[in-house]
């Protein structure tokens, strides 16, 4: 195997497993990928020795910290973690859920900071993981805000669905964004997972360049109409705390 090839092969295996929070086995892996078991086998076995993979409890594979390492090493991700922790605090604290700052990785959402609800019934925690944009509050938010180039390339590719509620459409999609981009927010409602919905605000630099998104979800019966609309208002002021 070439060491072009093998490169290649070791990029398609991350970006598959990138596309699997809870983790993807060899087997899977090998099908997704249309190669043999062996050849994955020892490519996973390099990745984890750089901590690039890691195995998980139930022996699958998912992203390890290294990635996550060398985006936190990203100045502008640096500092919006760190000064993001009290925002996010501040926000967890007032409306009783989860919320996340998060930033744009190609046609990915990075979620970079979580900070979890003290709730009973509560989502998971995403420090670290990629979703694609469209199916999130923050990755409509970012790509939103994403240049006319990257929209149009986002937009004229095929739309996965993850629930009935996604919207595949890209003429639909091309008019939420718009919608986002003229009200200030992304209101997104199970179209990632059923009965979870999501609202997020962009993150401005001193340029007023859209650098980042504050996102909060959880279960939707604890979002009504009002809520939604406080929670706006508190997102929105926030985020002003995190110009740079």
Same mark, same amino acid.
């Given at each position: 195997?070439?060491?072009?090839?093998? =490169?290649?092969?070791?990029?398609? !295996?991350?970006?598959?497993?990138?596309?699997?929070?809870?983790?993807?086995?060899?087997?899977?892996?090998?099908?997704?990928?249309? /190669?043999?078991?062996?050849?994955?086998?020892? /490519? *996973?076995?390099?990745?984890?020795?750089?901590?690039?993979?890691?195995?998980?409890? /139930?022996?699958?594979?998912?992203? +390890?910290?290294?990635?996550?390492?060398?985006?936190?090493?990203?100045?502008?991700?640096?500092?919006?973690?760190?000064?993001?922790?009290?925002?996010?605090?501040? !926000?967890?604290?007032?409306?009783?859920?989860?919320?996340?700052?998060? *930033?744009?990785?190609?046609?990915? *959402? /990075?979620?970079?900071?979580?900070?979890?609800?003290?709730?009973?019934?509560?989502?998971?925690?995403?420090?670290?993981?990629?979703?694609?944009?469209?199916?999130?509050?923050?990755?409509?938010?970012?790509?939103?805000?994403?240049?006319?180039?990257?929209?149009?390339?986002?937009?004229?590719?095929?739309?996965?669905?993850?629930?009935?509620?996604?919207?595949?459409?890209?003429?639909?999609?091309?008019?939420?964004?718009?919608?986002?981009?003229?009200?200030?927010?992304?209101?997104?409602?199970?179209?990632?997972?059923?009965?979870?919905?999501?609202?997020?605000?962009?993150?401005?630099?001193?340029?007023?360049? *859209?650098?980042?998104?504050?996102?909060?979800?959880?279960?939707?019966?604890?979002?009504?109409?009002?809520?939604?609309?406080?929670? =706006?208002?508190?997102?929105?002021?926030?985020?002003?705390?995190? =110009? +740079?």
């Amino acid at each position: 195997m070439s060491t072009i090839r093998t =490169v290649e092969r070791a990029i398609q !295996i991350i970006q598959v497993i990138s596309q699997h929070p809870s983790g993807i086995g060899i087997n899977a892996l090998a099908a997704e990928l249309a /190669l043999a078991k062996s050849t994955v086998s020892r /490519l *996973v076995a390099t990745l984890e020795q750089h901590d690039v993979v890691q195995r998980t409890e /139930l022996g699958k594979y998912a992203i +390890g910290n290294a990635p996550i390492q060398w985006v936190s090493q990203r100045s502008y991700s640096d500092v919006l973690s760190v000064r993001a922790l009290p925002v996010l605090q501040h !926000i967890a604290a007032e409306t009783g859920e989860a919320c996340t700052l998060c *930033v744009l990785d190609g046609n990915n *959402v /990075l979620y970079l900071q979580q900070m979890q609800s003290q709730q009973d019934i509560q989502v998971r925690d995403w420090t670290g993981a990629q979703l694609p944009l469209h199916v999130t509050s923050a990755g409509k938010v970012l790509l939103a805000y994403a240049s006319k180039t990257h929209l149009d390339d986002y937009l004229s590719n095929p739309i996965t669905a993850y629930t009935k509620h996604t919207v595949t459409d890209s003429a639909m999609l091309n008019a939420q964004l718009a919608s986002i981009r003229q009200q200030g927010y992304s209101y997104v409602s199970q179209e990632h997972a059923e009965g979870i919905v999501g609202i997020a605000v962009p993150v401005y630099n001193k340029r007023n360049i *859209v650098i980042a998104a504050l996102c909060i979800y959880g279960p939707e019966f604890r979002f009504d109409k009002t809520t939604i609309e406080a929670t =706006v208002a508190l997102m929105k002021e926030q985020a002003e705390k995190l =110009v +740079g």
